[in-house]
């Protein structure tokens, strides 16, 4: 087996991005000896979660859209690939500092966390597409 694929197409909403968990949580279960994978799991819902909440909040500005995703699990090397795609607003992610830690945030730490917890975040604009691709290595 090269890799297992789940593809989902849901609304822009914060309250469906509970399904992206799931598939997440799913195709972890599914790879098999993967270290500490509670942890990992945990990781890379969160990471999937911040950047989801992301596009939902400042790409459509909490309006109408899709999150199309494509969570993958290969095993050559064993990692997670996820792809989210969007058709809101376009940012510079460059331009998005990490947080002053010594101060309290209501908000700010999505992206800042992200790349903590993941191996590798990119994100690419088209016209009329984001995308985000989300690595997290699998041991």
């Known amino acids: ?34 270290p500490e994978p509670s942890h990992t799991t945990y990781s890379i819902q969160l990471a999937a979660q911040e950047i989801g909440s992301n596009i939902v909040r400042h790409a459509y500005g909490g309006g109408n859209g899709r999150i199309v995703a494509q969570l993958t699990v290969e095993y050559g090397p064993r990692r997670m690939v996820i792809e989210l795609r969007d058709s809101g607003a376009a940012f510079d992610p460059d331009l ?4 002053d830690l010594d101060q309290v945030h209501v908000h700010g730490y999505g992206l800042f966390l992200a790349r903590t917890l993941l191996d590798e975040l990119r994100y690419e604009t088209t016209p009329g597409e984001n995308r985000w691709r989300l690595v997290k290595h699998l041991g």
């Open 1 to 34: 087996m090269s890799a297992e694929r789940i593809w989902l197409d849901i609304p822009a909403a914060a309250a469906y991005l509970h399904i992206l968990s799931e598939c997440i949580a799913e195709l972890v279960d599914r790879a098999a000896n993967v």
């Open 96 to 99: 998005v500092s990490d947080p």
